[in-house]
């Protein structure tokens, strides 16, 4: 999900909801669900990468609780 401008905490925390409620993860398990955070600027593209895939530098982890996707 694209936060443009400054994002809050309760910003990025809706948006982590929302990911984790569409997600493989979500669908396969029906548990809690950890998302990747992560800026624009720590995405990169290796020419060695197949097609599609991109890597991340620096990233933050948050843990999105069941109860809070099913309230979604």
Do not use: P
Request: proline share 0%; aromatic share 8%; charged share 40%.
């Amino acid at each position: 999900m694209n936060i443009k401008g400054r994002a809050t905490k309760k910003d990025v925390g809706e948006a982590a909801v929302f990911c984790a409620r569409y997600s493989q993860d979500w669908r396969d398990n029906k548990q809690d669900v950890v998302v990747h955070v992560f800026k624009g600027r720590d995405v990169y593209k290796d020419k060695k990468m197949k097609l599609g895939t991109f890597g991340v530098r620096k990233h933050d982890k948050i843990r999105v609780k069941k109860i809070d996707i099913e309230k979604l």
